[in-house]
């Protein structure tokens, strides 16, 4: 919950920052917030994707 009001912060804020990207601002912060708050690599952020109905391919993480 608190992750998603500051996704929706950051939308406001940088609203040109996530026009034109493939994926939702809620998902490009969630998978940024988990790759910051534990020790997890682009393959690990890709699978906790995954079992969440996305398909991400490892490099788009990375970028």
Do not use: C, P
């Amino acid at each position: 919950m608190i992750l998603n009001a500051l996704a929706l912060t950051l939308k406001r804020e940088a609203h040109g920052d996530f026009q034109g990207r493939h994926f939702e601002a809620t998902l490009i912060m969630q998978a940024v917030s988990w790759y910051l708050r534990y020790a997890l690599g682009y393959r690990d952020i890709k699978e906790m994707v995954l079992e969440r109905g996305l398909t991400v391919d490892r490099s788009t993480i990375n970028r």
